[in-house]
């Protein structure tokens, strides 16, 4: 009772450290990080919300050398 259902867990697990991952780089700004989720999410349309935290941490990595 109350369990996730298999491979939810993990996944929601997954999420949380990309999103505090994104955090961390913004300097814990949570509008700047919604902000460049929802951006991946323009140009990602089909993208699952675990892909589009993917994508923006590759943006900010590739933009921030």
Known sequence: PGAA???KSGQV???SALRQNLLCKVLWDESTCDRL???EKQTHT???FEELIRL???RW???NR
Request: proline letters at 11%.
């Open 46 to 48: 089909d993208a699952s």
């Open 5 to 7: 259902p298999p491979g």
């Open 61 to 63: 990595e590739r933009d």
């Open 37 to 39: 989720i929802d951006f």
């Open 56 to 58: 923006a941490i590759m």
């Open 13 to 15: 697990g997954t999420v």
